[in-house]
């Protein structure tokens, strides 16, 4: 029995694993493309800046550097690339992480909070709830770049408002990454409670009761940590989009300001320019990859344990 269970979580890595590589293959195959490819019409035809040949030379170079290891020795903007990755994931990431644990620090408790005026009815209650999500999100950022650059220039805050000189340059980010998370978990949190108050589990207990802190503690904390945990790949989208915005507003230097550098060859050599853009792409991929799948397995082991309770 014990063999049959290793050999199926076996073959369950070793798909997961092929799938990974075909997605990095993929993604090498479509970022090969020179960043400063252009598509003309001119006089009824279509007219491209580049050659086909020169594209599957591009493909084949670019498998070659990232499969053997090279392109991390590549050089760009006098440093090689592995480097500047280095450097960059780790803000990108710094900033990722304690933006979600923000989103979850404020979210949670305050989608308890409307749960409980969910009788109470306004203008401003209803604001709260569809504020977050109607903004467009460059303007959510845009205010609170605007709202640190005024407190840094007038000598109120010591925080800076763009660039990276210290670990200070990622408060602002993290705060503006964390909103819309933030906003969605407090939804989310909110609509799992008004769901579970219906169970007749919950009903028996109050009627036996039990404090309203043992009542979370003991029901509502597991189906809250259930429901967040499916709603967690949205999250993750979210917060990859406004990753891209957030670092580019703060010339915030990680993994996306990179990427869009390379994109608009803004570092000046455009064929290294398209092997940091494809190598910076394969590593978000294989990030995204990676955290999709470890929510996954938190939520396949921790469903049984809800069907059980």
């Not at 020179?34 to 591009?58: A, C, H, K, R």
């Not at 770049?145 to 408060?171: D, V």
């Not at 409670?193 to 597991?222: N, T, W």
């Amino acid at each position: 029995m014990e063999r049959e269970v290793g050999r199926e979580v076996g073959r369950r890595v070793l798909k997961k694993l092929l799938f990974l590589l075909l997605l990095i293959t993929v993604l090498v195959l479509l970022t090969s493309v020179p960043v400063n490819f252009n598509l003309d019409y001119y006089d009824g035809d279509f007219q491209i800046n580049t050659t086909w040949q020169e594209i599957q030379s591009n493909m084949r170079e670019n498998l070659l550097l990232l499969y053997s290891g090279r392109i991390f020795r590549v050089s760009m903007d006098n440093r090689s690339l592995g480097g500047l990755l280095v450097i960059s994931a780790l803000r990108s990431f710094s900033v990722f992480f304690f933006g979600l644990m923000l989103g979850l620090l404020w979210g949670v408790p305050k989608g308890i909070l409307d749960r409980k005026k969910a009788h109470k009815k306004g203008t401003l209650k209803t604001l709260q709830k569809i504020l977050p999500f109607s903004l467009p999100e460059i303007l959510v950022v845009l205010c609170i770049q605007m709202l640190g650059a005024y407190l840094y220039r007038n000598q109120w805050s010591p925080i800076p408002h763009a660039g990276y000189s210290s670990w200070m340059n990622m408060i602002y980010p993290i705060l503006a990454i964390s909103v819309l998370p933030g906003a969605y978990i407090a939804k989310t949190t909110a609509e799992a409670i008004q769901e579970m108050a219906k169970e007749p589990y919950i009903r028996v207990a109050r009627g036996k009761g039990c404090s309203p802190y043992r009542l979370f503690r003991v029901h509502y904390s597991r189906g809250i940590l259930l429901e967040i945990l499916g709603a967690f790949s949205t999250i993750l989208v979210m917060m990859f989009s406004s990753l891209v915005i957030i670092e580019r507003m703060f010339y915030f230097p990680g993994l996306t300001y990179y990427l869009v550098e390379f994109y608009t060859n803004s570092m000046g050599n455009v064929h290294r320019a398209g092997i940091g853009f494809t190598l910076f792409i394969v590593v978000l991929g294989v990030f995204y990859f990676v955290i999709f799948q470890i929510a996954e397995f938190l939520k396949s082991w921790a469903l049984p344990a809800r069907e059980k309770h």
